[in-house]
């Protein structure tokens, strides 16, 4: 019989709630030979506030022996900026080489978005989730003075770009429509800039079959909102696929919907997934949450393992529900995550 | 008498066009006691397949002579992506310590936006000019090789930071509503992060009346176009500041409007007017571009030179302009200027 052996960090603010709704469909949705499991990790504001820890090696080590790992939302006010993003979140995508983020939008029917005419949006952004100017690179001297100096170092090897732009033209040339766009800012970033145009270009000669588009970041962010439909896959760096996919999941239907994996492909570790949104601290433990981001991780996740099946019947519960849902009223996080679950297993 | 001289480089692509119409509604609306003298210089892609040049020593003293600098665009491509970026346009920028990269968005009314239900949008973006990932700071070693490493340096400094800073807070404190907004990433570039937070906060003591915000830059996308109403003044780092004012443009009806100012308050050196939109070489010479993003900076220009009233009726001219438009035709370059000189003229 088969197993799925998933560790599971709800975090903090709307963390625990959405997380427990992602538990409640992936029971649902499993096949009944599958034996689940699942571990609970303390890990977030309240533990640091309690013990100063934001991810022990011990604890490092035992998620790593998991299958995957489901993850809700990092961060709360308490905590000074950065301790924890950087301290936990980051570091696990770090210590697992995530160096795929894949971050799917897509337009539901039915669902509000902030752009006129309803384009039809359906893209993935594979965003590179272990260089650029996430690496903790840069320091300050003079700190706190007028005379502070404070550097930030974007880091781009081409082992870590060329590995990111396969996966995405493996991506593209399985999809119908077969296009690949590049995002980067290479008319002033020259030199990683230049680094990821050359390796895009290179392996583009392995995909003859994909058609192919560069934009600067900062023309990417017109399309978002102009022309969305233009996009299929967009491959980007660190930084600018995390600018690029908040504004994606605002005019898809706003963060309460888009999922992300942390993924590294290789299995040699644990591929971790999570909603984009945040802790939102300040709607946590009002039942407030829509937990369809954390839902739609979960498939990703099953995705991830080999569930193709069981993901499709996630979404394709998620694209019903959202058809049904009305404007007028409201449901509660666990009143979705209970709609989800009886979809998924009718 | 008065006198105005005026440093004109059309650049490439449409740049040509736009200024022609820029320097006509400048000649309209001037007093005329003010004696305008302008001076073409040759400089962008023509230039440098000529001769190799982007930006000569003794150009540049000569533009230091004027009083401003209206620039039309930058860009071509025939030329490989950032030599004339980095070797024109931010070699201005930097040399004459254009530290205020002002950017005002503006819903006109009857202009088209992408969003639903026209939401009312009127801030300005203070983005820093002459600092952050755009210095030219990085490299790269093995460069094409399979084992390259390409760095990319963000340089701040409190000196630069705390001056558009303080900037912006004067610039907040001017307006009706008072607000200011930091927009960064401090979650994870937390040594520059810090750093804008913290003179962000110490500079506001002095402006008590001046609302703050914080956000960070992947927010701050989806404010942007769920929200825009609740930003007065942002601001931001370059490379944000980048991201976010063409986002900007789109949802306040296209670059076609976009006017910037690259302004050295300090008067040491001439500022550089010009539209946030490139050089469109796919429209160039045909008379489809539309110069009213050029004459907005004219507009800038003027009032940065203390010419206020010309400013507002330049701006109450293309308000006028605007609202009279009508989707279902369209009028050339040329005619667009004629309506807006006519208009400051009247
Ligand atoms: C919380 C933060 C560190 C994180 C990031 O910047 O990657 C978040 O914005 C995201 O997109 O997952
Ligand atoms: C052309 C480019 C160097 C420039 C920039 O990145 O600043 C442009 O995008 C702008 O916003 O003025």
Redesign the pocket.
Known sequence: SRSLNLAVVPGDGIGQEVVAQGLKVLNAVLPQDVKLQTKEYDLGAQRWHRTGETLPDAELDSLKQHDAILLGA??DPSVPS?V???GL??KL?FAFDHFI?L?PSKLFPNTATPLAGRPEIDFVVV?E?TEGP?TGNGGSIRTGTEHEVATEVSLNTAYGVERVVRDAYERADARPRKKLTLVHKNNVLVYAGHMWKNIFDRVGQEYPEVTTDYLHVDAATIFFVTQPERFDVIVTD??F??IL??LAAAVTGGIGLAA?GNINPTGAFPSMF?P?H?SAPDIAGQGKADPTATVLSVALLLRHLGFEAEAVRIEEAVSADLAERDGGTTRTTDEIGDALAVRVAG
Chains 1, 2 share one sequence.
């Open positions: 990092i961060g950065g924890l993003e950087r979140l980051l995508r983020n971050r965003r989730g996430y660190n930084l696929g995390d996919t908040d992300s999570e984009v945040g």
